[in-house]
């Protein structure tokens, strides 16, 4: 639903009881432009938590990986021949 700020102000009660119902969301227009939107506290918290998680995602794809620190020191052939030496005898403990 849209609504101009004056309708808003003079009907604000009545918004809030039904965006309270979590039928609807109503955006305020000021000067035909939308200016803010008017959601229930439940939208809310869900859009909130689905925002968070999509930040923690993109800081844990900039946090190093364990062969990072060994960019520049160690070619990337040799790091990987080395994890594959380590974990052939690691499982070959284990497992033989």
């Known amino acids: 639903m849209l609504v101009n700020v004056a309708d808003a102000k003079a009907k604000f009660s009545s918004l809030l009881a039904l965006v309270g119902l979590g039928k609807e969301e109503v955006i305020i227009s000021k000067r035909n432009k939308p200016a803010a939107v008017l959601i ?3 939208k809310f918290l869900k ?5 968070e998680a999509v ?3 993109k800081a844990l794809e900039t946090l190093p ?3 990072d620190q060994f ?8 790091a990987d021949k080395d994890y594959k030496a380590s974990r052939e005898a ?3 403990e284990k497992y033989l």
């Open 55 to 57: 930040i923690d995602k």
């Open 71 to 78: 960019i520049g020191i160690v070619s990337e052939g040799e």
């Open 47 to 51: 859009m909130k938590k689905r925002d």
């Open 40 to 42: 229930s506290y439940e």
């Open 90 to 92: 690691y499982l070959r």
């Open 65 to 67: 990986s364990s062969v």
